[in-house]
Nanobody, 122 residues
Framework: VQLQASGGGLVQAGGSLRLSCAAS????????MGWFRQAPGKEREFVAA????????YYADSVKGRFTISRDNAKNTVYLRMNSLKPEDTAVYYC????????????????WGQGTLVTVSS
């Protein structure tokens, strides 16, 4: 599975961005798609996840109510809509594909995109 993330950029606090992650290749092995982020000097952390088959999405507490993950199965693409952005949201955002046994930890994901930088200025 190859993942191509896009949509990052520079935005002021309170602004919005939408990230996209397009999957290609052996997508039949992908059952869950996740977004993670990594700020400088910090570990990669879970942001949100969604299953291709449906069901409720998963969110980190820090982004609940501000971020929305969605999917377009026909396009094999997952989106992360980020509203009310804060400076602490600044990070490189990665999309990842997993087999679906778990969603919150990086170890559940087998394939990773290249990352897209989100910078939120105060």
């Amino acid at each position: 599975v190859q993942l191509q993330a896009s949509g990052g950029g520079l935005v002021q606090a309170g602004g919005s961005l939408r990230l996209s992650c397009a999957a290609s290749g052996r997508t039949f092995s992908s059952h869950v798609m996740g977004w993670f982020r990594q700020a400088p000097g910090k570990e990669r952390e879970f942001v949100a996840a969604i299953r291709w088959s449906g069901g409720s999405p998963y969110y980190a507490d820090s982004v609940k109510g501000r971020f929305t993950i969605s999917r377009d199965n026909a396009k094999n693409t997952v989106y992360l809509r980020m509203n009310s952005l804060k400076p602490e949201d600044t990070a490189v955002y990665y999309c990842a594909s997993g087999g679906g046994r778990g969603v919150y930890g990086t170890s559940w994901y087998d394939y990773w995109g290249q990352g897209t930088l989100v910078t939120v200025s105060s």
